[in-house]
C-alpha cells in the first residue's frame, strides 16, 4: 500500500487505538479488553509526550497499525530507555510486513533521540517472540513478575 504513512498518533485516534488494543488483549491471557481502561491509558500518553510515543501506520481510512513506546529511567543504564508496551496490527493486515515497518520506526525514533535501550515483554504465541528475535533483540535472564496495587476501573 503506497498511501501508508507512520505519525504520531493524536487524540482524534483514541477510538481507533483502543480498538487495536481490544483486539490485541484478546489475544493475550494476561490482560482483558476494557475499552474504558485502554482509552484512558492511551491518552495520559498521548495528553504528556514526556510519558511517551504512540505512533502509528495509517492510510487515508484508516489506522493500519501503532507502536506505543514509554519512557522512563534505566539506573542500570545511566539514562533514558524505552519500554515497548504495545505494537499491534489491524487483523485484516497482519503478516504484510506492517509490524516490522513500525517497530524499525521506533528504533529509529529511539536512535535519534539517544534512548540507551528498548525493553519489552512478550510472549510465544504465534512466533511473537520469534519476531523480536529477528528484529535484533535478545533474550534476557530476567523474569517477569507483577504486583497489583490498585484498580481505578
Do not use: W
Amino acid at each position: 500500500m503506497p498511501d501508508l504513512r507512520i505519525e504520531p498518533a493524536t487524540m482524534d485516534d483514541l477510538p481507533e487505538l483502543a480498538g487495536l488494543l481490544h483486539d490485541l488483549f484478546t489475544l493475550e491471557a494476561d490482560f482483558a479488553p476494557d475499552p474504558a481502561k485502554q482509552s484512558r491509558g492511551l491518552r495520559l500518553i498521548l495528553e504528556q509526550p514526556s510519558r511517551g510515543r504512540i505512533f502509528v501506520l495509517r492510510n487515508d481510512r484508516m489506522i493500519v497499525g501503532m507502536i506505543n513506546l514509554l519512557i522512563t529511567i534505566s539506573t542500570a543504564e545511566g539514562g533514558f530507555v524505552l519500554l515497548l508496551e504495545d505494537l499491534v496490527v489491524h487483523r485484516d493486515h497482519r503478516r504484510l510486513g506492517y509490524g516490522s515497518r513500525l517497530l524499525r520506526h521506533a528504533v529509529g525514533f529511539a536512535r535519534e533521540k539517544k534512548f540507551l535501550r528498548i525493553t519489552l515483554l512478550t510472549h510465544e504465541q504465534d512466533g511473537v517472540r520469534g519476531f523480536y528475535l529477528k528484529h535484533g533483540f535478545c533474550e534476557s535472564g530476567m523474569r517477569t513478575m507483577r504486583l497489583r496495587v490498585g484498580d481505578e476501573g
